[in-house]
């Protein structure tokens, strides 16, 4: 071999040995294959947990169904809930409503608002959190578990008819089905499959304070404050389209509340040390942070 083709390999070498490696593997510096597995990472995150929350929506619907079948219960409770709101003072659904069916449109609307607007505001409130706040993710989500898993208890070993029915118990009290006077209603027959007699408590009502707690908490501006709006107008809602009564949505606050108070950061440790004996420092599960430039670090 030549002198010169050796000089020339060596030269080669050198460059080789001196040049920089591609951009896709500098070290915190993940390039196209790295956005791409990470990419690919957060949308099997994101549809895992989508399926998570429809798994236990399925499961909620199919446990109200349990309920079905005690009606002569449900009844005997909606006369001691009449009876009660009236000790306590608490203002009269029948007054609501009949100020409201002055107006057929605001009916109608309540109506609309009362089927359509609760369960596609909670999907979106849900996927706002996910894809714009997700370091809020857990709480919200867990808090969220917490809350449907409670309702649903008493859903079961609480079975109540809403106030509409009220006239067959009572018929002193006047209140009406809007929905069935003026459309549209959630519930064409007495017979279809939806549990008519799970009133306690109100996921209308514990929903949209739920979500109006967890606008309020993550963002920091002004305008966070109008999101108390919605649960305003869901109580009105469901009082007024004779679905639900005052203390059903009392009952929904303060499942929101004892839901937002048990995934409070750091109260399962307290919780776990009060069960144990054990200091919840010796219990705590250490946080972990990963810093931009991607390597991986612990603290408690």
Known sequence: MSAAVVAGAERRELMDAGSSPPADELPGQPGWTGRARSAGRWLGYAVGQALLLAGLFMAYRYGRQLAIGHESVAFEHARDVWNLQQALGLPSEEAVQRLALRSTTLVELANRFYMYVHFPATVVFLAWVLLRHRDHWARVRNA???LTG?????HLTYPLAPPRFLPRLLPGVD?????????????PSEGGSLNQYAAMP???????????????????????????????VTTLVVVLTGNHYWLDGIVGGALVA?????????????????LTGLPSSELAVPETVRPPGGTVRSRR
């Open 175 to 187: 209140i009406v089905d809007t929905g069935q006077l003026i459309g549209p209603s959630p519930y």
């Open 150 to 154: 409670a309702a649903l208890v008493l």
């Open 258 to 274: 004892a839901a937002v108070w048990v995934t409070a950061p750091g109260r399962v440790g307290q919780l776990r040390a009060r």
């Open 202 to 232: 109100s996921l209308h009502v514990g929903w949209a304070i739920f979500e109006a707690w967890a606008v309020v908490m993550i963002l920091r501006s002004r305008a966070r404050w109008a999101a108390l709006a919605q649960p305003v």
């Open 144 to 146: 969220l578990i917490v």
